[in-house]
């Protein structure tokens, strides 16, 4: 199997099982409160507050157009703690009929944002509706960053647990609580709408917050299962994905959106949405809706042509909200459109926000630094201590970054292809199934006159390294133990050009996993191997690993709990660091690591293990070093110059 096969059969497998949780009205009643709280853990949210304990929105205005029948205001709000969102809000006149119906439009990505989509909410406006129109970090008037993975290489991101589109969702939800401080607001009536970026905003507030009542995404609908299949995800912003813990799909946020109205709208020729998955989301969410007993709460509009508006999306949604905000029942077809001509459009700096340059302190550069909280170096005095912070950590570690691991393993099916003597040893090559489809290699070499069965050092070896090169990693270590060389994904047998890294670490996020957690379960499963080996003794385990591998490593005999010794070379200092910008080089990545521990939390948790360095040791290990002397064991923390002058203690 190709990495390209599996990630593509694990999406399908996601896309398949969404919904699945649903088989009645009652579970999905009973259900719905723990999925959200999901989906708000997944956008980096789960701390969020109840909105009626949030509080109130700051919101300063820096100028007003009074176009006749509607008003601009041209305003900024504070949606936590100096960050700041630009917006223009379009109040119709008064005329005795407020309170108005509101509707949030959320922006696409465009440049001059509000400039550029300024005629959807004019026209709302026209309609009778409140619209606020909301930027976004990336291309607002202060510009933030969307594409942290997909262009500056931060794919730290994912083990931070930090998707930018837990910071437009929490805009949107703010922007929702600045609307129900407003005395023309009927507070009751809010829908939500946008096209691209903002058709995705659309879906993400709909399913967090229950107070719209009424959403119309455009252009943002499919499923996981086209997104890695067809690669349209190499078109996507960082901003179109939840952090995947949880194994959820489209269809799993709309359910979240039920029974309120929903209308997908969507293009038949769209390069990044293919039409196919849009059918698919729209007909497992059709399912939910009828047996909710609410179908006609959903629709499908497609239209022809790329990746755009269409006069037949914009009308259906006019006429849609009308429908559900006003109780007008008003068909599209009689329902006027925009109006996009020269003279009615607003120029670019009549609708700016800041004429006075940002607000101090503005974090829109920085939000991604500090979004979301990363775990502290525990606090450990004692053995007690460690092994109750070891407990939660493995725990927390299984649920939230490993949870894609197979719940059900395959046989592991060891089998020795060939035996093998060379230079006074002996060995075999053996190969084993990690996951369904993959069928990994090992190779296993130890001294004729080594007393069997024997300690082993498994060392996997590293993406793009030279001809034998783990294996003369091996060779220095001067111990009568049994070597044993195992090939994880990407490794080997399975390796894939360095072209496809961007895509892989990117497409593996989005079904759940990342390179380096794939390669924490092949490493669990290569030591299962091995230790079923005849020539191995199975309590005399160590693992020796370098560079990235040295992270892996790290994960797996946490996990494992039974590892002897763990040799290190070149170890990572941090998981909480960017990567180049193509996407190429080592993937240390793993989801929501980070909120959890680093690496060397992780080093000092496995006491008391043998944890070896070979040459220079980061700073940042300093804490495990410490850990170790605190606990009794200092002599187990053992630093060597070079690999051979390790002398076991197994």
Known sequence: ?????????????????????????????????????????????????????????????????????????????????????????????????????????????????????????????????????????????????????????????????????????????????????????DRDKIGATGISGGGATTWWVAAADERVKVAAPVCATATLASHIYDKTIDGHCDCMWWINTYLWDLADVGALIAPRALMIASSDRDAIFTIQSIRKVYSQLKRLYEMLGVADNLRLVETPGAHSYHRISRTSIFSWFMKHLQGREIPPEQVEDIDESNERIEPIEALRVYVDGEPKGNRVRTIQDDF?????????????????????????????????????????????????????????????????????????????????PAPAIIAPRNPLEGRNETESFLGRINVPYAK?????????????????????????????????????????????????????????????????????????????????????????????????????????????????????QVAGLLYPTEIVFVGDMPNSYLWAKELYGKLGSPHKFIFVHEVSGWKPSL
């Open 1 to 185: 199997m190709t990495i390209r096969e599996y990630l593509s059969h694990e999406a399908i497998k996601i896309t398949e099982n969404a919904l699945k949780d649903f088989t009645s009205k009652e579970a999905f009643h009973k259900l719905l409160p723990m999925k959200r709280m999901q989906f708000l853990e997944m956008m980096g949210l789960s701390d969020l507050p109840p909105h009626h304990e949030r509080p109130p929105v700051k919101a300063v205005t820096t100028g007003v157009l009074d176009k006749g029948l509607y008003r601009i205001h041209k305003l900024y709000y504070e949606s936590i703690p100096n960050l700041f969102v630009t917006a223009n809000l379009y109040m119709p006149k008064r005329d005795g009929r407020a309170p108005f119906p509101a509707v949030l439009y959320f922006c696409g990505h465009s440049q001059n944002q509000k400039w550029h989509y300024q005629a959807h909410p004019r026209h709302f406006a026209q309609l009778g509706f409140v619209c606020l129109i909301v930027e976004t970090i990336q291309l607002g008037e202060v510009q933030g960053y969307h594409h942290g993975c997909y262009r500056e290489g931060w794919f730290h991101w994912y083990s931070r647990g930090y998707t930018p589109a837990g910071v437009e969702l929490l805009n949107a939800i703010r922007a929702i609580d600045f609307l129900t401080q407003l005395d023309e607001v």
């Open 372 to 452: 979301i909280k990363l775990a502290e170096p525990p606090k450990i005095d004692s053995e007690a201590d460690l092994r109750r912070v070891r407990e939660k950590v493995v725990s927390e570690l299984k649920r939230k970054t490993f949870n894609a691991f197979p719940k059900e393993p395959p046989p592991l099916d060891l089998k020795v292809e060939f035996e093998f003597a060379h230079d006074g040893a002996t060995g075999c090559r053996f190969a084993f199934t990690s996951e369904e489809g993959w069928r990994l290699h090992g190779t296993l070499v130890i001294s004729r006159g080594a007393k069997q």
């Open 484 to 600: 044993v060389v195992v090939e994880l994904r990407g490794t080997g047998d399975t390796a894939w050009g360095e072209e496809l890294q961007w895509h892989i670490r990117r497409a593996a996020a989005w079904t759940g996993r990342t390179i380096a957690s794939m390669r924490v379960y092949d490493l669990l499963r290569a030591l299962e191997a091995a230790r079923s080996l005849p020539q191995v003794d199975a309590n005399s385990i160590a693992i020796a690993a370098r560079g990235e591998m040295a992270a892996v490593a790290l994960y797996a005999a946490l996990l494992d709990g039974r590892v002897r010794t763990l040799i290190l070379q070149s170890p990572p200092a941090t998981q909480n660091a960017p990567s180049s910008r193509d996407g190429r080089g080592q993937a240390i990545e793993m989801l929501n690591c980070l909120q959890i521990t680093d690496l060397p």
